[in-house]
């Protein structure tokens, strides 16, 4: 079951790779600057996530205008992520939940994927800049996307 909205946003550090080369994302790097969107997604280089976060990376103004960082956050190795957002074009961050250990605090965490192993479900979360959960969404399953028009919606109240 995802956290709920109410709950202080468990922290996470996670590893991105950037062409300054692997660097750590942390939410409470945010706290008191920024909203934060953590976008859950299941396996890199899959057509869905692709499809979610080429979306969000093209349509990125709106986050950006209503005060809020996008991450992306999957089970994949910060190397592959890096791969695939060159490959696609993805602008989002991207960071590696590798020991799926956020995904599992997040409530998150599908204990098996098509015969593959645990892996995070697509799953929607903004973080208000005091920490505190504001919206929470897991998709019924992972070939749907979240509700980007509430997230934004969520978004703007707390601007």
Do not use: H
Request: a positive charge; one cysteine or more; aromatic letters at 8%.
């Amino acid at each position: 079951m995802p956290v709920s909205v109410g709950t202080k946003a468990p922290d996470f550090t996670l590893k991105t790779k950037t062409a300054q080369g692997v660097q750590e994302i942390k939410l409470s790097d945010n706290l008191g600057k920024k909203n934060t969107v953590l976008l859950f997604f299941p396996l890199a280089f899959t057509g869905v996530c692709t499809k979610e976060m080429c979306e969000v990376s093209v349509g990125f103004a709106p986050y950006a205008r209503l005060n809020a960082d996008v991450i992306g956050i999957s089970i994949d190795s910060p190397f592959s992520q890096e791969a695939w957002a060159q490959r696609e074009k993805i602008t989002v961050p991207l960071a590696s939940d590798l020991n799926k250990k956020t995904a599992a605090d997040y409530g998150v965490l599908l204990p098996d994927l098509l015969g593959f192993g645990s892996t995070a479900a697509r799953a929607a979360f903004v973080i208000d800049k005091n920490g505190t959960v504001q919206y929470s969404e897991q998709t019924p399953t992972p070939k749907d996307l979240p509700n980007f028009k509430a997230i934004q919606e969520t978004l703007a109240r707390l601007k």
